[in-house]
């Protein structure tokens, strides 16, 4: 692994540990030119997955990307970063196992909002505002009541 700050090309691990419940493991690596240290992430990668844009261009999926997106969307939002990573990881898996190697740019979105809105609601309209590409003030009225018609209405107590 490349030294992120000297680029030297010969790093050593110093601790290894299992995260996300043994999907990934962390490494703690040191450089021995710069004494830089930095921690690596190992996932496993079933297939490549291919992005479908609207345009019709195709690209290769970034989980990095993925990650930025329903970052920016929870930004000044107290969310654990736990929670954040494994809605990434239930989305990247369920692109993963649904056994296609081309996945539209549109299903990916689907897919974050889906997990968005179980996470904050604040994010679930930031991202729709980009994903649906709101052009008016009533786009975010209608998403807001979308939420409001997902939540379970309790009913008041009526002894009679």
Do not use: W
């Not at 493991?25 to 496993?44: K, M, S, Y």
Request: aromatic fraction near 6%.
């Amino acid at each position: 692994m490349r030294c992120p700050f000297c680029q030297s090309e010969d790093t050593q691990v110093k601790d290894s540990r299992p995260a996300e419940d043994g999907a990934v493991i962390r490494r703690r690596r040191v450089c021995p030119d710069c004494a830089g240290r930095f921690t690596t992430f190992e996932r496993v990668q079933l297939r490549e997955l291919m992005v479908v844009k609207k345009s019709g261009r195709r690209v290769v999926f970034d989980r990095d990307k993925l990650m930025h997106s329903i970052q920016v969307a929870l930004r000044k939002r107290e969310v654990d970063s736990d929670r954040v990573e494994r809605a990434v990881s239930g989305i990247v898996r369920q692109l993963e196992s649904s056994g296609e190697v081309e996945i539209p740019s549109e299903e990916i979105g689907r897919l974050a909002m889906e997990a968005l809105k179980g996470v904050d609601d604040i994010a679930y309209i930031r991202f729709a505002s980009v994903y649906r590409n709101f052009s008016v003030a009533k786009d975010f009225h209608n998403v807001i009541d979308e939420l409001g018609q997902m939540e379970t209405p309790v009913s008041p107590d009526t002894d009679d």
